[in-house]
């Protein structure tokens, strides 16, 4: 039976009907710390801050979050069943780490559904803690099943990333069409200056992926003051360099904000991003019975801007602010 090419062309849906459904799609809340403001597909989110200040693990724990399922076998797990891309330009991606947050999310739900399950049957006295942890093991199934949502791609410049890019929607629709779930997330971990070359083109490059798919873009930056040196060391010295020109605490305040975060990439990145939020690691360390010690850090949106600053650190758990 010959196809009509009419049909073809005109599709299944209309381009205000695309929109509609697009524009009305319920926004994603986030996980600590970037629970504050409510995102949607389209959004493009900069992170910014020091090295270290959680970027990476930030998006780390929203990447687990997002390949693992809503349910698997009748345990609950909360994700959305969906890939991530993750552009690695920093080239200190840690699959170990990513794997220890998924198996410790697994094992948790598991726990949690074992002991649930157990005090409705008037079970659980029967077992101690100890034998408990050892019965809630990590699916391998499920683990590998999220593993394959999770798209890594390394690049060493950034032209290579460009280029990455540039072939992303075969690569996109290829593994679309194996795993059957479409992609959620585009995140790019990077480093200093690592698209001041291309970054007209790599946001072109970004558009045309949200005009034919849309997804929630996560881009980490790291600040430019203190550069080789810790974020922590950077802020000392500034604060050195401060006192050495008497300037009182709110003029300390704002001039560190100032030089911390001064925005080095071009205007063509800056009106692509349509969230800012800013992280800072604190000198302030936590004591935890089952992580020992744990470094903390501060969140604040910028755009937009939100008079709260959130306090938070990070477990294999999740991220989990302080009060």
Known sequence: MEENPRGWIHGDE????MLARVLTERPFLFLPPLHRVPLRVGNVVEIAGPSPSAKSQILLHAAVHCILPEEWKGIRFGGLERMVMYFDLDCRFDVLRLSQILKHRIMEAYKSANSTYWEDNGEYQKYD??????????????????????????????????????????HLQRESEALGVGLHF???????????????AVVQEICKLLQTQPVLVLAT??????????????????????SERKMDSRTLSK??????????????WQSFVTHRVRLQALDEIISDG????????????VQPPLNIKDKFAVRDDGIFLIT
């Open 255 to 268: 001039e560190g904000e100032k030089l911390l975060y001064r925005e080095y990439m071009p205007s063509a």
């Open 186 to 200: 585009l995140m790019i971990d990077r480093k200093n200056l690592s698209l001041q070359n291309v970054a007209e």
């Open 14 to 17: 209309t381009a205000k009907a």
């Open 221 to 242: 930056k790291a600040t430019i003051f203190g550069a080789g040196t810790s974020g922590n060391d950077a802020q000392r010295a500034f604060g050195k360099w401060c």
């Open 129 to 170: 803690a100890t034998e408990i942890t050892q019965m809630c093991f990590c699916d391998d199934e499920l683990f590998l099943a999220c593993m394959r949502r999770f798209l890594y791609i390394r690049c060493y410049s950034s032209f290579e990333f460009l280029a990455a890019l540039k072939a992303m929607h075969f």
């Open 290 to 301: 089952q992580y020992g010690t744990l470094p903390t850090y501060t969140s604040q949106w």
